[in-house]
Nanobody, 123 residues
């Protein structure tokens, strides 16, 4: 399995970015996906997760209402739309594929990880 994340960059506070993660190697529609992030000196944390069919999503409290995760099974791609970005959102963002149809927020439930994409929000 390969996960290729893209879409990171530098944006001012209040701006928007959309991250994409293209997957290959096994049946994308059978597995849940998640976006995680890790800031310098902090542990990796769950940002948003989605079930294999895309019908159920979950968000960290810090991003709920600002970020939206979506899954396009026809394109083998998961997205993270990030609006109203804050300086606290600065981190390396990773996409991950769960080992079942729903991974939830625990990193241990994800067995494949992308390479990460840097998101920097300036004030």
């Amino acid at each position: 399995v390969q996960l290729q994340a893209s879409g990171g960059g530098l944006v001012q506070a209040g701006g928007s970015l959309r991250l994409s993660c293209a997957a290959s190697g096994r049946t994308f529609s059978s597995f849940g996906m998640g976006w995680f992030r890790q800031a310098p000196g902090k542990e990796r944390e769950s940002v948003a997760t989605i079930t294999s069919g895309g019908d159920i999503t979950n968000y960290a409290d810090s991003v709920r209402g600002r970020f939206t995760i979506s899954k396009d099974n026809a394109r083998n791609t998961v997205y993270l739309q990030m609006n109203s970005l804050e300086t606290e959102d600065t981190a390396v963002y990773y996409c991950a594929q769960a080992n079942t149809n729903w991974g939830g927020s625990r990193t241990s439930r994800y067995n494949y990880w992308g390479q990460g994409t840097q998101v920097t929000v300036s004030s």
